[in-house]
């Protein structure tokens, strides 16, 4: 090594540059799709009810109606953090994360068969995740720790609301929100410790909850626990699973647009290995 490349060497930041970063994803995206089936379903279940403790945390500061509406906005969104961090921290398999395997798959490293069929177990397995998470929290009453059950108010408003989206909007917003999401899952890659890859995530994460994006496995949570609470309260909210599934459906397509395209696509072009 010349003492020029010692010397760049020196002072380089501890993180891979973007180019080593999109090599990287690419290899992890071949280890996902070659991971056992069970390892793969055990840890996308894992992911849903990591999600779900975001979810969880989101409610509790948008319950508090004494808070300001934007600083419940960007808190909330903070607060959010914590289920990515589990996801990216503890290991375990997202399926908005997953459709960064797209840059492998069109490096011809991973079949599109292959890619497909992992997007579908890690969907399944993330909702029945969420689905564990529902009951978890509606049992253990959290919906009445604060007075007059704001929180459970709360999440009948955000699962009526998400599902009363006009179609476009519901639409752009997953764009939006995993175009955030993937960023902050492309940045962790990059980062060596557990401070460079907690700061990657914190901001894009926070980004879009406060610009109210619309996550599909955040979804699988808050969605049906606001339709739980809604019929323990009398069902006086127009919340129905047609809707549920019509606000994952979309939204999930959304969130592959944002993913595929405006992260994955993008950085591979910019970064693909040409022969």
Known sequence: MSLEDKEIAAVRPDVLTPAENAAKLETIGVNKVNMPLTRSIIL????????????????????????????????????????????????????????????????????????????????????????IAVAIIYFSNFGALYPDNAIANTFISLAASKVALPPVTMFFKAILCNFLVCLAVWMSFSGRTFVDKFFAIIFPITAFVAAGGEHCVANMFLIPLGFVYNLA????????????????????????????????????AAFRKKA
């Open 233 to 268: 309260a009398g069902g006086a909210a127009a919340i129905d699973i047609a809707g549920i599934a019509y606000n994952l459906g979309l939204v999930t397509l959304g969130n592959m647009v944002g993913g595929i395209v405006f992260v994955g696509l993008f950085y591979w």
């Open 44 to 131: 996308g279940i894992l992911a849903g009810m990591f999600i779900a403790m975001g979810g969880m945390m989101l409610a509790l500061i948008l319950g508090d109606a004494t808070l300001p509406i934007a600083v419940r906005r960007i808190v909330g969104g903070l607060v959010f953090c914590i289920g990515l961090v589990l996801v990216l921290l503890s290991g375990a398999e997202l399926f908005t994360g997953n459709n960064l395997i797209i840059n492998a798959t069109m490096s011809k490293k991973v079949k599109w068969s292959a890619y497909i069929k992992n997007l579908i177990i890690i969907w399944i397995a993330n909702l029945v995740g969420s689905l």
